[in-house]
């Protein structure tokens, strides 16, 4: 199984902080990588697929980058709502499989 | 918009077994690759199990092998998971998630979850 390491696992910021998470592969995924974001209690919801595209209603200030084995993802300006866990994963193999986490919190 | 609704959680004992059911409504389910994921009491995501759009092909997780059933009832838009000789560690939040564009796909919708808990 492909193992994703998320960085750091969590990170403390304030509004209108630029934040960067990243997401290591053990073996090359392409540019097969979605970002998820999941508030207490919630489900998961996509931000990103494809390595950089944007999910349906995503904000812009959300983005993607990278391929092979490392990935990161920014948020440009950190709003309220964006207080949660983000969490990488893979498609590229079978199983899919997801990085640890990354809480961001005030 | 696609909704995907879960139910059939809820308390069993080590051994016992369970079936979840996923309710999907606004999308063609019959061409819709469909997965199960998981999550255990503040812990991160797992994957568990997928089926195609046919059903003709399921993918499982190494740690549910041979214990979990993943199916789907195109004609009731309804995807289950059969679940048998429960442990401890399948305590969790089930998640049924759309898999988009396919069966090695991400996960684009999720239902709520509905919530499983294992007593030993």
């Known amino acids: 199984d492909i193992q994703m390491t998320q960085s750091p696992s969590t990170l403390s910021a304030s509004v209108g902080d630029r934040v960067t998470i990243t997401c290591r592969a053990s073996?090359?995924?392409?540019?097969?990588l979605a970002w998820y974001q999941q508030r207490p209690g919630k489900a998961p919801k996509v931000l990103i697929y494809?390595?950089?595209t944007l999910g349906s209603g995503v904000p812009s200030r959300f983005s993607g980058s990278g391929s092979g084995t490392e990935f990161t993802l920014t948020i440009s300006r950190l709003q309220p709502d964006d207080f949660a866990t983000y969490y990488c994963?893979?498609?590229?193999?079978?199983?899919?499989?997801f990085g640890q986490g990354t809480k961001v919190e005030i | 918009e696609v909704q995907l609704v879960e139910s059939g959680g809820g308390l069993v004992q080590r051994g016992g077994s369970l079936r979840l059911s996923c309710a999907a409504s606004?999308?063609?389910?019959?061409?819709?690759?469909l997965s199960w994921v998981r999550q255990a009491p503040g812990k991160g995501l797992e994957w568990v199990s997928g089926?195609?759009?046919?059903?003709?092909?399921?993918y499982y997780a190494d740690s549910v092998k041979g214990r979990f059933t993943i199916s789907r009832d195109n004609s009731k838009n309804t995807l289950y998971l059969q679940m048998k000789s429960l442990r401890a560690e399948d305590t969790a939040v089930y998640y049924c998630?759309?898999?988009?564009?396919?069966?090695?796909?991400?996960?684009?919708?999720w239902g709520q979850g509905t919530r499983v808990t294992v007593s030993s």
């Open positions: 606004g999308l063609t389910f019959s061409s819709s690759a």
């Open positions: 073996q090359s995924v392409s540019t097969f």
């Open positions: 994963q893979q498609y590229f193999n079978y199983p899919q499989t």
């Open positions: 089926i195609s759009g046919s059903g003709g092909v399921t």
């Open positions: 998630a759309l898999l988009k564009p396919n069966l090695q796909g991400f996960f684009d919708s």
């Open positions: 494809k390595t950089s």
